[in-house]
């Protein structure tokens, strides 16, 4: 099933260029993360009828973060759990590029394997 990136269709490709250059020029230390919900097809559909449904949580389609590059995947997932984006750490499994990312793996590493072209890691869960 097709993931939708709902950052990339709300925002052009030039300005998310901008916006990650400006960010890793301004944060050398940190990697800019947009961390959403995967959104299938089929769920893309429904939110045109039920909006609420999907979102129910946050009402917001994604979050921005600027993430260190000493963290690990399991630091993001507890800072997530912290801010109220995961309600249950132990359940949530991210993926990028439709991968499973690993606990231990560090966020420089994951970013340098798995960013996009305009510079922005995508994480789903």
Do not use: W
Not at 21 to 32: A, I, V
């Amino acid at each position: 099933m097709e993931t939708y990136n709902i950052y990339k269709i709300k925002h052009d490709l030039d300005f998310r260029i901008g916006e990650s250059r400006r960010l890793l020029e301004k944060y050398p230390s940190r990697k800019p993360i947009i961390i959403q919900t995967k959104i299938s097809a089929i769920e893309n559909l429904c939110s045109r009828v039920l909006p609420t449904y999907i979102f129910a949580v946050s009402h917001k389609n994604y979050y921005n973060f600027l993430i260190p590059d000493v963290f690990t995947v399991r630091q993001l997932k507890a800072m997530m759990e912290q801010t109220k984006i995961l309600l249950n750490k132990s359940d949530a499994t991210l993926h990028c590029n439709n991968k499973a990312l690993i606990d231990h793996d560090k966020i420089d590493q994951v970013y340098e394997k798995h960013k996009d072209n305009d510079g922005f890691l995508y994480v789903f869960y």
